[in-house]
């Protein structure tokens, strides 16, 4: 493999790396179009459990794809969406 090949990978290695399973990728499938509520995203991906939710949505947070937004209703509502960046990702 030449070094220009190595390069043009490094674009899909790092995609597989952060949304390197079926979870994430389905709730960024869900997030495509506007955000979403945490139960909404549980309703729409009836097999993933809730604490695996969680984790994945932390990640893509972590990743800075991802935004968390807590409204200051009673209870609070957690809604997920798209930062600038995540948004960029998805339409390369």
Not at 16 to 44: A, N, Y
Not at 74 to 87: D, H, I, L, N, Q
Request: hydrophobic share 40%; aromatic share 8%.
């Amino acid at each position: 493999m030449t070094a220009t090949q190595l390069e043009e990978t490094v674009f899909v290695q790092t995609t597989i790396k952060i949304i390197g399973s079926k979870w994430k990728l389905l709730s960024l499938w869900h997030l495509k179009d506007v955000g979403k509520r945490f139960s909404k995203l549980k309703c729409l991906i009836p097999e993933i459990t809730e604490k695996l939710l969680i984790q994945q949505l932390r990640a893509l947070e972590k990743d800075e794809i991802v935004n968390r937004n807590v409204q200051s209703d009673v209870p609070p509502r957690v809604e997920y969406s798209f930062t600038a960046y995540g948004k960029a990702l998805f339409l390369c």
